[in-house]
């Protein structure tokens, strides 16, 4: 049986929490719980959301709503959603000493794919009885396993600045990390308010028909809570198209179809990194088309993107890095370098512009019809 989540929204009401560079903590949090929530209930996952408007609730009032929600289980997940303060930078996660680091790590990893900093997982213990946790959402929470994001520091003002610009984004990376973690039924969906059948068949890219047959439905009255099964198709259908899946990101499909998240959104004309249960993308062709570059000495990841005419993280994106850490002799795959050009300058050759681009001066030779190895400042080459 799959997990249940219960989403606390931290602070509220008399309480503020932190503020600063425009952001009052407790205001930011609800709005973040509210986005977890509803992608957690559009990919199936049975979730509450305890607090939903700005109120005043005390330490013992938050936990036994948290404990009333689904019962003191261990198969029951809570996220505290919080903002930080004092001066760092990043996003971190604090776990319970009765449970281990998996879903913390799970959640960096997905907020890392967002762009923000991460700086670690962690337990606190508390100075008086080390046997027992600092913070009371995971000291009092009986056995369910309780988690608090701390989504970055909003008295630093880059990380305010990148916390009001992506907190959508950075929610549904929680989503996404407790998704994967939870177990979800992709095929049913919760009505919320507002859905129509029509609005639904849209969202999981079906028709009003396929559902009300699904479902045996004679009308198209909806009600809220109602748990409809959605007919998602299978994940890989007909030439380059595929079918998102529950837990899947734009990230994750571009390194299973070896592309770029770029490559992805300009084929699909996305407007941004948001994706539905059901919705078909076209993955680009030539996706497995890139060459290799090894890395010397001197070289960064900003200078290789540059001399290939991509950027920094289309390479990060294409080699699976998690930093801008390069070792020498690394070897790295340039993707989408098909016919790039590189126009000559004072003091090149065939065999320093070969050895530049890892080609050799035969193959730089045929691809330009070079009849000698003479070259001209300024001159186009492909490479």
């Not at 592309?259 to 497995?288: C, F, R, W, Y």
């Not at 340039?334 to 890892?358: H, Q």
């Not at 019809?369 to 490479?383: E, P, R, T, Y």
Request: proline share 2%.
């Amino acid at each position: 049986m799959a997990k249940k989540v219960v989403i606390d929204a931290g602070h509220g009401g008399e309480d503020p929490g932190a503020s600063g560079n425009g952001i009052v903590e407790k205001d930011l949090n609800l709005l973040i719980a509210k986005e977890i929530e509803k992608q957690l209930k559009a990919a199936g996952v049975d979730a509450t959301l305890i607090r939903t408007t700005d109120e005043t609730i005390s330490p013992t009032e938050r936990v036994n709503r948290i404990l009333n929600a689904y019962g003191n289980k261990s198969d029951v997940v809570v996220v505290s959603n919080h903002i930080n303060a004092g001066g760092g930078e990043g996003a971190e996660v604090i776990y319970a000493l009765r449970n281990d680091d998996t879903l913390s790590n799970m959640v960096l990893n997905e907020l890392e794919k967002e762009g923000q900093v991460i700086r670690k997982a962690y337990q606190r213990r508390l100075p008086s009885d080390t046997s027992k946790d600092y913070y009371f959402i995971q000291r009092e929470t009986g056995i369910t396993e309780p988690i608090t994001v701390e989504y970055g520091f909003l008295d630093n003002a880059k990380d305010a600045a990148k916390l009001k610009d992506n907190y959508i984004k950075y929610a549904q990376a929680v989503a996404r990390a407790i998704i994967k973690y939870v177990g979800s039924d992709s095929n049913t969906y919760k009505v919320v308010a507002g859905d129509t059948l029509w609005s639904i068949a849209r969202k999981f890219n079906t028709t009003v028909n396929e559902i009300k047959e699904l479902n045996n439905l004679s009308s198209n009255s909806l009600s809220i809570g109602q748990v409809l099964k959605i007919p998602v198709k299978e994940e890989v259908v007909g030439d380059n198209v595929y079918v998102v899946q529950s837990g899947d990101s734009l990230w994750s499909i571009a390194r299973k179809f070896n592309t770029t998240v770029t490559a992805i959104k300009e084929k699909n004309n996305l407007k941004s990194d948001l994706l539905n249960i059901g919705q078909k993308l076209i993955i680009p062709e030539d996706t497995n088309e890139f060459v290799t570059y090894t890395v010397k000495s001197g070289d960064t990841l900003y200078k290789i993107a540059n001399n290939f005419n991509t950027t920094v993280q289309e390479i990060m994106s294409f080699n699976n890095l998690k930093s801008n850490l390069l070792s020498i002799g690394q070897v790295l795959k340039i993707p989408g370098t098909i016919d790039r050009t590189y126009t000559v300058v004072a003091g090149d050759s065939l065999w320093s512009i070969a050895r530049k681009f890892n080609t050799t001066v035969d193959n730089l030779r045929a691809k330009n019809n070079l009849k000698s190895d003479l070259l001209s400042i300024g001159q186009v080459l492909k490479v």
